[in-house]
């Protein structure tokens, strides 16, 4: 069975920082991204990172936020740093077989029950 397990949200501070892990089991997958999700509005990527070290952020996030694997360990992980209050979301993990590159959640079969990242002003 294919579970994706999310940890290390929580509450901080603007201009905090917050690591997020997901863990895969069951199986390995080439592609694992991260997505989020605010009150109200759609789900939106990320980053994503390919089992090769390949990885792709959204335009947006750039600069502030890192996207990293343990292939070892089955584990992505998502390093945010200097958080606004508009991060404020579910961040979720999601995996898919495919190198498409898409960033569309669609695209994406597996995904995690989604941690919560608040960031207070």
């Known amino acids: 069975q294919v579970r994706l397990v999310e940890s290390g949200g929580g509450l901080v501070q603007a201009g905090g920082s917050l690591r997020l892990s997901c863990v895969a089991s069951?199986?390995?997958?080439?592609?694992m991204a991260w997505f989020r999700q605010a009150p109200g509005k759609e789900r939106e990527f990320v980053a994503r990172?390919?089992?090769?070290?390949?990885?792709y952020y959204a335009d947006s996030l750039k600069g502030r936020f890192t996207i990293s694997r343990d292939n070892a360990e089955n584990t992505l992980y998502l390093q945010m740093n200097s958080l606004e209050p508009e991060d404020t979301a579910v961040y979720y993990c999601?995996?898919?077989?495919?190198?498409?590159?898409?960033?569309?959640?669609?695209?994406?079969?597996?995904w995690g029950q989604g941690t919560q990242v608040t960031v207070s002003s």
């Open positions: 990172s390919w089992m090769s070290g390949n990885t």
């Open positions: 999601a995996a898919t077989s495919s190198l498409s590159l898409s960033v569309r959640a669609t695209d994406y079969r597996y």
């Open positions: 069951g199986r390995t997958f080439s592609n």
